[in-house]
DNA sequence: CATGGAAAAATTTGATCATATTGTGTCGGG
DNA sequence: CCCGACACAATATGATCAAATTTTTCCATG
């Protein structure tokens, strides 16, 4: 998402200017949701009818919104003109895992350097809640709190392009996580975030990507297991 | 480009099948390559009326082609509903280079471990034409045989995912590279290729991902300064 | 009388939709 | 089992409306 999709979000509460926010971009961020949270499972197809109905929007936005998920990984196209969410082979995932072992820990390194101590409480405060839908087995609110943490994160490291770059893995491996997490429960997912917590609070860059780093190869490492 | 994409590009020259390519996939490669190879310059607007008429196309497929390259960085959405082609900060390039260098030599390295004989021939041929193209200060054909050198590369490597971010941060600098080569000229451009060529011969991935690097780098470097 | 600038008109461009066209897959008859 | 017709979904067009930008106009001021 950039800068200005974000400016435009939200400006989404203002109930006149409701308007001012294109279609096309509207039915791309629902999209977004479904496929990183959940509606969406791999192998899934997605025919632009179907969303036209459900989403009730004109024909046009939903294709712009769909060629734009397909560019971004979140979605296929399968040649025939058939598209689907993808299922990643487990060469994917080991494909996945090495770009956010070295995308994720930069953007952290990144943000432990220009963190604001109320920017640190935010992040407690997802991380609270993250722990919460733990323990009471809420998957849908695992995956919103734990993709939060990790946004947050890129918001603050202020470097758009590797988070473009992150947020494009994200819309790939989501629907895997999702269907790990129903099977797996939430209990023994990973969550080195107190870990990262800690090292923000001491402004330890090295250690914050350090922490991350283990998150991310925990989280892989479960999905690669359950194919 | 994806895999079902490049078989229907390759299948373009077949005359009879020439409608089987959708309108908004001939838009979308024609745009990219104005992009990667110069046509568009850094700041440009990019009008969808404009495309139009240029590509003589319809206005849904120009529309779905720009939603594509903005969703890939090669444009960009300007707050209003302008889309333009971005100047990259040097902030920008520097993440750029970042990532690149985090992607590139793991693809060069995964190449090595399976590229045939003529697989090799087929990368030296792509660099002879680059050095003609040096020698004649033929700029448009550098930068094509350069980006043939890496792509070529990445298609053997055989990693999609990070084939498409490598493929993604090159639309982000095509158009800069290019500013940089009209000023410069093709003179005292980057060419590890001859040192990578070596160690794809030998077989030694560690040497060949170092080349890469030197020569990301050293593109990089070049871009970065020329601001 | 020239000039700066605000307001209004005109033009350009983007967003969306309804609809026609074309391609795919399927199902029933041969 | 193959072939052709049918139904459905995707592709693509052009018209229409809305927003933004540019140009023009006109008045007030120096």
């Not at 959940?38 to 936005?61: F, N, S, Y």
């Not at 918001?155 to 758009?160: F, R």
Request: include cysteine; aromatic fraction near 4%; proline fraction near 5%.
């Amino acid at each position: 998402m950039t800068g200005a999709e974000k400016a435009m979000l939200s400006s989404a509460n203002d109930t006149e200017n409701a308007t001012r926010i294109p279609a096309h971009q509207q039915v791309y961020l629902m999209l977004r949701e479904q496929v990183l949270f959940g509606e969406l499972t791999p192998g899934q197809p997605v025919t632009i009818q179907g969303l036209v109905e459900q989403l009730e929007a004109g024909m046009t936005p939903v294709r712009e919104a769909i060629r734009r998920l397909t560019a971004e990984g979140a979605l296929e196209f399968q040649g025939n003109r058939r598209v689907t969410v993808p299922t990643p082979s487990s060469k994917d995932i080991e494909e996945l895992m090495y770009a956010r072992k070295a995308i994720e820990p930069e953007l952290v390194m990144r943000a432990t350097r220009q963190i604001s101590p109320s920017e640190i409480d935010e992040l407690e405060q997802i991380d609270n809640r993250l722990d919460a839908a733990i323990s009471n087995g809420d998957v849908e609110t695992y995956l919103r709190q734990n993709y939060a943490f990790h946004a947050k994160l890129y918001t603050i490291a202020d470097a758009p392009i590797l988070t473009a770059i992150a947020d494009g893995l994200w819309l790939r491996f989501g629907p895997s996580l999702r269907v790990v997490c129903g099977r797996l429960g939430t209990q023994n997912l990973p969550d080195q975030h107190k870990e990262t917590l800690d090292a923000l609070r001491q402004g330890d860059a090295e250690k914050a990507a350090n922490a991350i780093l283990d998150d991310v190869v925990q989280g892989m490492e479960q999905v690669r297991d359950s194919l």
